[in-house]
């Protein structure tokens, strides 16, 4: 009898690309993610700056613009995402995709993401060594981040089958890394070799077909149909 194979484990990126980061840096980054073939999410704060991921010829790995909502805290965070949403709107620009930093606000924060057609909210907070997606109401997700580059301490190596920790993971697992180029000065210094090493491991994981390399709003899509195929529970049956 044939086994069916269980797909693999997927890893998306979202690289965090403020107007502040260099953008000898965002170039970089945008070639070493062509050149390794990783898709990538780029959470932006200027509807300009999607022409970086414009298609340059090629089979480019995809590319998806995301929105990035930047606040000094507290109550400005809800503030901050409606004028982001505002902002690439005007622009003509449809996005699933916005990352935030610091606790999501409550009450209507939900239902504003699903009209303005945003699908899936990515946080800046590392909280477990396995990304858990939580679904919020309207049909929005959210994911938390595990891994990060550059960061104040090392990862251990996750992407390796010396460590087979992701292969392990059920097919319903998956994975976020965060990339912050606000972290990084310039293409020479220790920051930018941390997110070089992070790439490196995906592109092996990738390769050696240990994970697949998605954007998030693949992920969210891949979930909602997987939340939508899931048989129903009947309470006649279970009475």
Not at 177 to 186: F, W
């Amino acid at each position: 009898m044939l086994h069916a194979e269980r797909p693999l484990p997927p890893v998306a990126i979202v690289v965090r690309w403020p107007r502040s980061a260099p953008a000898a840096v965002a170039e970089q980054m945008h070639q070493c993610l062509t050149d390794g073939g990783l898709a990538a999410t780029w959470a932006m704060e200027s509807p300009e700056q999607a022409a970086l991921l414009e298609c340059r010829g090629g089979r480019a790995p995809e590319m998806e613009a995301a929105i990035l909502a930047v606040s000094a805290g507290g109550d400005g965070l809800n503030e901050a995402i409606g004028a982001s949403i505002d902002v690439f709107q005007a622009a003509g620009m449809a996005v699933e995709t916005i990352q935030v930093s610091g606790k999501l606000p409550r009450d209507s924060f939900a239902r504003r993401l699903c009209q303005a057609g945003i699908r899936a909210v990515v946080g800046s907070a590392i909280t477990a060594k396995t990304t858990v997606a939580g679904a919020l109401p309207f049909g929005v997700w959210q994911f938390s981040p595990h891994w990060a580059a550059p960061a104040r301490r090392r990862w251990f190596q996750f992407f390796s089958r010396r460590n087979p920790a992701l292969l392990e993971n059920s097919s319903t697992s998956l994975a976020v890394a965060a990339i912050d180029l606000g972290a990084v000065d310039s293409i020479h210094g220790r920051a930018w070799r941390q997110v070089e090493e992070l790439l490196e491991q995906l592109c092996e994981a990738q390769d050696t077909g240990i994970a697949r390399i998605a954007t998030v709003a693949q992920l969210a899509a891949e979930l909602t149909a997987a939340a939508t195929s899931r048989p129903q529970r009947s309470i006649l049956r279970a009475a």
